[in-house]
């Protein structure tokens, strides 16, 4: 018995979108701090007081309480749920045109899977930072908005509007070539792993199920 694959055409598309983009957005919320200390580090000038991780989160709870822990949260959250839509959408497509690709090649099961899914996830790391970069490049912006010399904003709009009179709309893309160099390797490996090792635990399960039944018991994997 092959590993199951579930295609474009047979996904339930609302609960698809809700659950991916669902868990990817609770990640950002559980992580959103660790960004914005990081962040505010990364551009501090020498004669910043808060030189470590500790005395920036002291700052920013002295200063702004929790929310402090926040800025630009809502940016981020606003962008993100488009941005991982696009990015499920064209990782499920892309993976289910790669598979047939590499098909004729008569690969492992393991092996196939692996390619497929690694082709499909640097791809959609491609185009998904054409929605989230100028968030990105937004978010940064709101994270360190007063702390050692950078301008204030009042929300996400002002600073688009800022950059867009400023740079044109070049300026919400600052990075982006830099960032797609950075996440589609990355996403490669990460989802060409992910489906390599699914395939090859449903191999071990098949071999599991085999070894059952030549004892005399009854197992479906």
């Not at 699914?198 to 004892?215: D, E, M, P, V």
């Amino acid at each position: 018995m092959a590993a199951p694959e579930i295609n474009w055409d047979r996904l339930d598309i609302m609960k698809f979108y809700a659950g991916g983009a669902g868990l990817f957005s609770g990640v950002t919320v559980l992580l959103y701090p660790v960004s914005v200390v990081k962040t505010r580090m990364q551009v501090a000038s020498k004669d910043t007081a808060e030189r470590s991780a500790s005395s920036v989160v002291k700052g920013l709870l002295k200063k702004d309480g929790i929310r402090g822990l926040y800025k630009g949260f809502a940016t981020v959250l606003t962008g993100t749920i488009p941005a991982r839509i696009v990015f499920l959408t064209f990782l499920e497509t892309t993976k289910e045109a790669s598979f047939k690709m590499v098909k004729p090649f008569k690969l492992s099961e393991t092996s196939q899977a692996a390619i497929a899914n690694g082709i499909a996830g640097m791809l959609s790391a491609v185009v998904s930072q054409v929605v989230y970069t100028p968030i990105d490049v937004i978010s940064q912006k709101l994270m360190v908005q007063g702390y050692s010399g950078h301008a204030q904003y009042s929300g996400g709009l002002d600073v688009a509007r800022k950059l867009i009179r400023s740079e044109g709309f070049r300026g919400l893309y600052r990075g982006f070539t830099l960032s797609v160099i950075t996440y589609s390797p990355s996403s490669a490996v990460w989802w060409a792993t992910y489906g390599s090792s699914q395939r090859f635990l449903w191999s071990l399960a098949r071999s599991c199920n085999g070894l059952f039944i030549l004892k005399g018991y009854s197992y479906t994997a």
